[in-house]
């Protein structure tokens, strides 16, 4: 039982050159919808995988006290307690603060820490390896050296502190090796200076991190901190991840439920479209009956022609996505779901594809196509052939 | 509701499965109820005609719904990762009340609605259109079991809730609990192997006996004793663990998507072998279901027999 | 093994064809003859399966494909006639060899074997030369080969021929009917509809049925 008959194949692409204009249309407009679609799936993948790689970065757990549900400094001391914890294997606290940059309208991300401390992220470590950071300096991302330098900020950086005075900080390094998330705003600096500029106490940290010698105690150790702290928020990896994966689901559904009116509609176009024949295709497909084609091999040609319209369209439609994304960086659908403030900085999307996107895409876009044409190719081909003659 | 791509996608190929299912049970009620094949009426003809529309929407909605059902056994395992919990598909299905009996629609329907068209295209070979009003009526079971599954499946992610925590398929499939599952696999391998092994010889029986019904039989129980014997003894040789049941996580990448070839075979064998019991088939054509039936299901055996052989050969001792 | 009986085709008020009997054997060239709107079309449409009787049986071969639901009916059309219509129907923008190959490709043969067929009948009918050429660049007389070989492609026992000399000159009139000859010596039956008197005393036609206001009469 051949499955598919060549010479219909053939017959249905020389039908469709023939009749090329007339299907012009649709085959753009789906194009550009799986385009679309196809493009903020790359860049929501895109992201979440390297925000999964920043958190593997992450610590363990993460703790951070929270007054009344906002964020609130918390005693540098209480790392002692937290070492005592059955599991716990070490404890890095640090200053950890937004501090708004007036001349260039960006959020500065403050990370104040100690050059002797153990940093539970080995980048951090070679960091401070590198670099003596001391009261008066910061290390900044190349990204933003060249953001500061561009506000006239060459060694040197001013901020301001609560109290109204200027302190300044020379720029002493440039660091990389950090995911462009990590990196883009990120100023390091001591933990002295940190609290200077946010405006804390000489003991206040913001963020405990904690490492834990194994891994699979991580969310029986976060449990037993929820119930013993519930005055702060823990957060474990696993947290982290799944709630970047949340967000962005939650973008990217809003989108998926707009691509599913758009392909609705596209059926009803499509089912519009495939009623109106012209009377020189009628008489094409009555001649067709008048020969011997049976309704059937009618119905197989109009899907076949469908198949071949819907399938271009998809395929141009995901390498039109590929270039948009990965090569010209996906201008405006890339700024929807990265903040504006990180546009500037972010580098380039990297190359991650997850074919069951391109197999849903592909879902949405064929079946649906020969679905709308089924009801209009059914009717052109129970047409009378005996008016041909006539 | 949890709101993925991948669901919203089922969901909107749902609407469109309706919409046209809908349309073509007006049309075989027509059918069933007015056809008349030596009326030369308008009305008949007209009837001819819509039944040709029918069984086209039938295929479409046939041929859609394979990979329509691969899509959907990946996207229970996508949702795994938002339920605590679950870590297969199998913690998924376990998570609401709905999504066992959504499973099994969905197998029952890919056998009626295979069946459908194995009727159709049986009854396109007679001029006199012998299958007409059965094929229709067939249908007409086949449209409510389809709305069901439609109707359990957006109830099922519908209810969905993250913050419940489910089971994961080491607890659904433990032969410790309670559970009536647990009974029947606690059945004792000699036992259950046998049921298998002697299900086939049955098949092969049937097939040299040249009867239909006890072929189709056959293959009935070989449908229940594979997948009993693959959650209860040959998945555990797949995953080399002797507490790992679950039929679900044969399906990752971890183990090569073994599932998939295992399920397909399995699928394809007992299809064949099953309609057989319910059409009359000619003589040359019967047979060749048969040894199609029983090359598949030989297969699924063979492939599914290799894994406690190979492990028993490189370690002595069985699990 | 051509029978109509009681053969009666209404369109809505109009009849025509009113209680037509007739028989065609196998192997006979048949004329109908008769002025446009005689009923004489109607005659073979029924024959091709085309259209159905409002009354009465159509029986080929002992089958009465009046009956075939349209399915079957399309399958003996492919299989057991040979239409060439009175404008040819062919489809202008293709090719010659596209248009011939037409009846055959729902059948899905083996290359070989379609390209054999199709060789036949352009040799028989001489119009392998312009194979690849577009049909609506050919002459009437070309177009009207291409017609021919694409009813005879597939080897069909029944030829049926609509007022097939109508956009001819005499030369070319008196051509097909050597060809139609030469079909009949092939053993198949033919059956023309027409009114050009060049049919009306030819020695190879077998019998002459006249065709007037739906019924069968006389021939004057």
């Known amino acids: 039982m051949k499955f598919i008959n060549f010479y219909l194949f053939e017959y249905a692409i020389e039908y469709l050159l023939r009749y090329k204009w007339k299907n012009i249309f649709i085959f753009v407009l789906l194009s550009m919808i799986v385009a679309f679609m196809a493009s903020v799936f790359f860049v929501a993948d895109a992201i979440k995988y390297e925000l999964n790689l920043g958190v593997d970065g992450m610590a363990d757990i993460t703790l951070q006290k929270k007054v009344a549900g906002m964020y609130a400094p918390s005693d540098e001391n209480f790392s002692d307690t937290l070492l005592e914890i059955h599991g716990v294997e070490g404890v890095e606290s640090r200053v950890w603060g937004y501090y708004y940059f007036e001349p260039k309208n960006i959020q500065l991300i403050l990370v104040g820490l100690d050059s002797f401390e153990q940093h539970y992220n080995d980048r951090f470590e070679k960091l401070t390896n590198k670099f003596d950071i001391d009261d008066t300096s910061i290390i900044i991302s190349k990204s933003l050296k060249q953001l500061f330098a561009d506000a006239y900020y060459e060694k040197s950086v001013h901020f301001i502190q609560p109290n109204g005075k200027l302190k300044n900080m020379d720029i002493a390094g440039v660091f990389d090796g950090f995911t462009p998330l990590e990196a883009v705003n990120t100023v390091v600096m001591s933990k002295k200076s940190a609290r200077e500029i946010l405006g804390l106490n000489s003991n206040a940290v913001t963020t405990f991190f904690l490492s834990v010698a194994n891994a699979k105690e991580v969310s029986n150790i976060a449990s037993h901190l929820r119930i013993e702290y519930p005055n702060f928020s823990v957060l474990t990896q696993e947290d982290i991840r799944n709630k970047y994966a949340s967000v962005l689901n939650y973008k990217s559904g809003i989108f998926v439920v707009f691509m599913g009116v758009a392909f609705l509609t596209f059926f009803m176009i499509v089912y519009d479209k495939a009623s109106g024949l012209s009377s020189e295709e009628k008489k094409e497909i009555g001649i067709l009956k008048a020969i011997g084609w049976t309704i059937d091999d009618v119905i197989r040609a109009k899907i076949y022609e469908g198949t071949i319209v819907a399938l271009s369209a998809y395929l141009v439609g995901i390498v039109t996505a590929l270039l948009y994304v990965f090569v010209f960086q996906a201008p405006f659908i890339g700024s929807i779901f990265i903040e504006d403030s990180f546009i500037e900085k972010w580098t380039s999307f990297a190359f991650v594809i997850d074919y069951m996107v391109l197999f849903l895409l592909f879902l949405l876009s064929v079946p649906i196509y020969i679905a709308a044409t089924l009801i209009p190719s059914w009717r052109v081909a129970t047409q009378d052939a005996d008016e041909v003659m006539r | 509701m949890l709101l993925t791509p991948e669901i919203i996608t089922i969901e909107i190929l749902d609407i469109i499965f309706v919409v046209f299912a809908t349309i073509t049970f007006i049309i075989a009620l027509n059918v069933v109820f007015f056809w008349d094949k030596n009326a030369y009426t308008q009305k008949q003809y007209k009837l001819q005609l819509q039944s040709y529309l029918g069984a086209t929407i039938i295929k479409f909605i046939f041929y859609l719904k394979i990979p329509l059902f691969l899509f959907f056994i990946y996207t229970l395992d996508s949702i795994a990762s938002f339920l605590p919990g679950a870590m297969c598909g199998a913690g998924v299905v376990n998570a609401t009340e709905y999504g066992t009996p959504l499973l099994f629609l969905k197998l029952l329907n890919i056998y009626l609605f295979g069946y459908w068209i194995v009727l159709h295209k049986e009854d396109m070979q007679s001029k006199a259109q012998k299958y007409i009003r059965l094929k229709f009526i067939v249908y007409l079971v086949a449209y409510f079991l389809l709305l069901s599954e439609i109707y359990l499946e957006f109830e099922m992610f519908s209810s969905l809730d993250i913050s419940e925590v489910v089971d994961c398929c080491g607890a659904i499939f433990s032969t410790t609990d309670h559970s009536y599952l647990a009974e029947l696999l606690s059945i004792k391998t000699p036992i259950m192997l046998g049921f298998f092994y002697g299900t086939f010889l049955l098949m092969f029986i049937a097939f040299f006996l040249r009867n239909r019904y006890l072929f189709s039989l056959g293959n009935l129980f070989f449908i229940i004793i594979s997948l009993l014997s693959l959650i209860a003894f040959f998945g555990t040789y797949i995953y080399e663990l002797p507490t790992h049941h679950c039929p679900f996580c044969i399906l990752q990448k971890e183990y090569y998507y073994i599932g998939y070839v295992l399920y397909t075979f399995l699928y394809l064998g007992t299809f064949y072998g099953f309609i057989i019991g319910f059409i009359e088939f000619e003589d040359l054509k019967e047979k060749n279901f048969m040894k199609i039936s029983l090359t598949c299901n030989t297969i699924y055996l063979f492939i599914v027999s290799y894994f406690p052989i190979v492990y028993y050969v490189k370690n002595g001792v069985w699990l | ?220």
């Open chain 3, 1 to 220: 093994m051509i029978y109509l009986e009681n053969v009666s085709k209404k369109y809505g008020e109009i009849i025509a064809l009113d209680d037509v009997s007739l028989k065609i054997q196998e192997g006979e060239l048949v004329v109908l003859q008769g002025k446009s709107g005689s009923g004489k079309s109607s005659i073979l449409s029924l024959i091709a399966a085309l259209s159905k009787p409002t009354e009465g049986r159509v029986v080929v071969d002992g089958e009465n494909i009046a009956m075939l639901p349209d399915h079957f009916a399309s399958i003996y059309r492919r299989e057991h006639i040979g239409f060439i219509f009175q404008r040819y129907n062919l489809i202008p923008t293709i090719s010659v060899a596209h248009n011939i190959m037409m009846p055959l490709i729902p059948i899905n043969l083996d290359t070989d074997t379609l390209a054999q067929k199709m060789d036949r009948v352009m040799q028989l009918f001489n119009i392998k030369h312009k194979a690849n050429v577009v049909v609506k660049k050919l002459s009437g007389g070309e177009q009207q080969r291409v017609a021919i070989a694409r009813a005879n492609v597939n080897d069909p026992k029944i030829i049926l021929a609509d007022e097939p000399t109508a956009n001819l000159d005499a030369k070319l009139s008196l051509e097909f009917i050597e060809v139609l000859k030469g079909l009949k010596a092939q053993g198949k039956t033919i059956v023309v509809a027409t009114h050009d008197p060049l049919f009306f005393n030819l020695e190879a036609v077998d019998k002459v049925i006249c065709i007037a206001d739906g019924k069968v009469v006389k021939c004057s």
